[in-house]
């Protein structure tokens, strides 16, 4: 099986800086609508048997015009970002920021229990994509799309190749960004890595 996994468009809080995890619902900006057209035009002819999103707009959105060919489609919650607690949807202040800073340096010496007050940590999120990442490896489609969230693909990523969390800031990722993968068995290798070809 052949696994095409992409991150959302790109939406005004992208632009303005505001904290967008599981309780911001946005939708794409023009940019990200053509982030989307693009790779529709791109990969439209590709085959894909099978369409996954988490239960976000945004996510949905992206690739809608593969939903609209009447493709499979589910949606999950496990493959909703992560929920940044009480800063999700606000413009961070310098405090918050601060305090930003600090999760992600703990996360980076192996502390995948902290997380932002009233927010998920990464072993959360990790739990929570587990029956995703199962449904993957039993998915029949030769050919699966599936669109989700920068931090949370990190955390996915990670799943899928049965590596520690301390790799996933080394998944790169940029609006409509593509992460290709091959199954073999129940075994995931990286083909491609946070590729934007498909937006020249």
Known sequence: MELFLIRHGETDYNLLGIVQGSRVNTDLNHTGKTQSAKFYEFFKDHGFEKVYTSKL?????????????GIAWEQHEALNEIDWGNTDGQKATI????????TLKKWQKGDFETRMPGGESP???SIRQKPMVEILK????S????CMHGRAMRIFLCNLL??????????????LCLYKLKRNG???EILLSNSTEHLK
Not at 57 to 69: A, K, M, T
Not at 95 to 102: A, M, Q, R, S, T
Not at 143 to 146: D, I, P, S, Y
């Open 186 to 188: 129940d075994q995931f």
């Open 143 to 146: 050919k699966v799309l599936v």
């Open 57 to 69: 707009n945004r996510s949905i959105q992206s690739v809608q015009s593969f939903i609209d060919l």
């Open 162 to 175: 049965g590596v520690s969390l301390t790799e996933m800031d080394n998944f790169e990722h940029g609006n």
């Open 123 to 125: 072993i959360d999120v």
């Open 95 to 102: 405090l918050e920021h601060e305090e930003y800073v600090e």
């Open 138 to 141: 039993k998915e029949t489609a």
